[in-house]
């Protein structure tokens, strides 16, 4: 039947893991409905998907999901759409003149495959090297936050923080190193839990061997407290 090979033809390229492009696919009028009114409507189509399942929504248990599944997807974990949340990265002049890479390593990750919209949890290791500015560490932690809380490609993820990050600091000489377990692998398909995926993006003096290595050394050392 054509609606089977449909659905095949659309499963096979999220399990090759396909991606646009290093923006994220928006349309023109992402932003012309306010959140309360994407809520409403999200909420009518999870009550639908549900309901389509066969699931009875007068149980208690269940009556209140599309509610909290709307309010979820709009303000926590695709809460990184809104250009408004963008974290305002002040930046700071290096007047200690620290002129080595700085690394700010197991930063969490919490995001979502955008091909079948199950989660994607590990860690992101950034570091940059000072081109006369600075910016606070919690800001590094917090753009990785707000990338991550949208659809993702990990690839693209990688590249929207380096991107960022360069932009901020005004230097190409930043690097991202993403190791993450992606449940659309772990939880079904396959469903190996033991793989992860690992993403990097080397800009500027990072694209250095020697440099590079430096990181990756750094992201190796024994840090727990």
């Known amino acids: 039947m054509k609606i089977d090979s449909d659905f095949n033809d659309i499963d096979a390229l999220g399990d090759d893991h396909v991606g646009s492009s290093s923006n994220t696919p928006l349309r023109a009028d992402a932003f012309d ?6 809520m409403e409507l999200i909420k009518d189509d999870v009550r639908h998907i549900l309901e389509t399942l066969g699931l009875d929504l007068n149980d208690d248990s269940l009556s209140g999901t599309p509610k909290r599944v709307a309010k979820m997807f709009v303000n926590e974990i695709f809460g990184g759409l809104d250009p408004n949340k963008k974290p305002k990265a002040s930046t700071f002049e290096n007047k200690y003149k620290y002129g080595e890479m700085l690394v700010e390593k197991n930063i969490t990750v919490y995001s979502t495959c955008e091909h079948h919209l199950l989660p994607i949890v590990g860690r992101a290791h950034i570091a940059y090297i000072s081109n006369g500015s600075v910016v606070g560490l919690s800001k590094m932690n917090r753009i990785v936050d707000y990338f991550s809380k949208r659809p993702q490609v990990q690839e693209r993820l990688t590249i929207q923080i380096v991107k960022e990050l360069q932009e901020v600091l005004n230097t190409k000489d930043v690097a991202c190193v993403i190791d993450a377990k992606h449940l659309c692998v772990n939880s079904r398909g396959i469903r190996d839990i033991e793989s992860s995926t ?22 190796q ?3 727990q407290f």
């Open 33 to 38: 409905l306010t959140d309360a009114e994407k």
């Open 198 to 219: 690992v993403t990097s993006e080397f800009g500027g003096k990072f694209k250095d061997s020697a440099v590079r290595r430096e990181f990756l050394d750094y992201i």
């Open 221 to 223: 050392l024994d840090t």
